[in-house]
């Protein structure tokens, strides 16, 4: 076994850690007895006792950062992180890429903060595939912006200049 001498020593037991002979290789933290330690409940010898888990609290979703920004409630610098890791939504139509919206002040692509605000603008059968926000960044044609939830309660429109901005601050944090 793996970090175990595997030399027999006397008594003829070969790899197996607590009979008379054998040594450990590396650091072993010592165990308490069996029994010991909180009420009697002690991890068995050999095995870490392990400190209860308590969950990281999970970001924002991408939908709550939309809302907590346009609100004002949420800096530019969080909502960039946010939308950088969450998992956004797209429409497809038959070639690849993003469909693009070329009826507004300048071409912008639509996008989803999840699958229900997608079918919500495009239909229930709508093709779509996903990618991450700094996919998104990185994919985004230069000159475009997008709309995040098009029909949904916060729309959200980010043109071309801020779309510029988000790459560049992506880049900053990225590579410093």
Same mark, same amino acid.
Do not use: W
């Given at each position: 076994?793996?970090?175990?001498?595997?030399?027999?020593? #006397?008594?003829?037991?070969?790899?197996? #850690?607590?009979?008379?002979?054998?040594?450990?290789?590396?650091?072993?933290? #010592?165990?308490?007895?069996?029994?010991?330690?909180?009420?009697?409940?002690?991890?068995?010898?050999?095995?870490?006792?392990?400190?209860?888990?308590?969950?990281?609290?999970?970001?924002?979703?991408?939908?709550?950062?939309?809302?907590?920004?346009?609100?004002?409630?949420?800096?530019?610098?969080?909502?960039?992180?946010?939308?950088?890791?969450?998992?956004?939504?797209?429409?497809?139509?038959?070639?690849?890429?993003?469909?693009?919206?070329?009826?507004?002040?300048?071409?912008?692509?639509?996008?989803?903060?999840?699958?229900?605000?997608?079918?919500?603008?495009?239909?229930?059968?709508?093709?779509?595939?996903?990618?991450?926000?700094?996919?998104?960044?990185?994919?985004?044609?230069?000159?475009?912006?997008?709309?995040?939830?098009?029909?949904?309660?916060?729309?959200?429109?980010?043109?071309?200049?801020?779309?510029e901005e988000m790459v560049?601050?992506?880049?900053?944090?990225?590579?410093?």
């Open positions: 076994m793996y970090g175990y001498d595997q030399n027999a020593g #006397p008594g003829g037991h070969q790899g197996h #850690p607590g009979h008379p002979g054998q040594h450990q290789q590396g650091y072993a933290a #010592p165990q308490p007895p069996y029994g010991a330690g909180d009420g009697g409940y002690a991890a068995a010898p050999g095995y870490a006792a392990q400190a209860p888990h308590y969950p990281e609290p999970s970001p924002p979703s991408l939908a709550e950062a939309v809302r907590a920004f346009t609100s004002g409630s949420l800096a530019v610098e969080d909502f960039q992180h946010v939308f950088a890791t969450a998992k956004i939504y797209c429409p497809r139509g038959e070639n690849p890429g993003f469909l693009a919206l070329h009826d507004t002040q300048q071409p912008v692509i639509p996008l989803f903060t999840s699958l229900k605000e997608l079918r919500r603008y495009a239909g229930r059968e709508s093709k779509y595939f996903t990618v991450t926000g700094a996919e998104v960044l990185d994919l985004l044609p230069t000159g475009y912006g997008f709309v995040l939830d098009m029909e949904g309660e916060h729309r959200m429109v980010v043109d071309a200049k801020a779309v560049d601050f992506a880049m900053r944090r990225m590579y410093g």
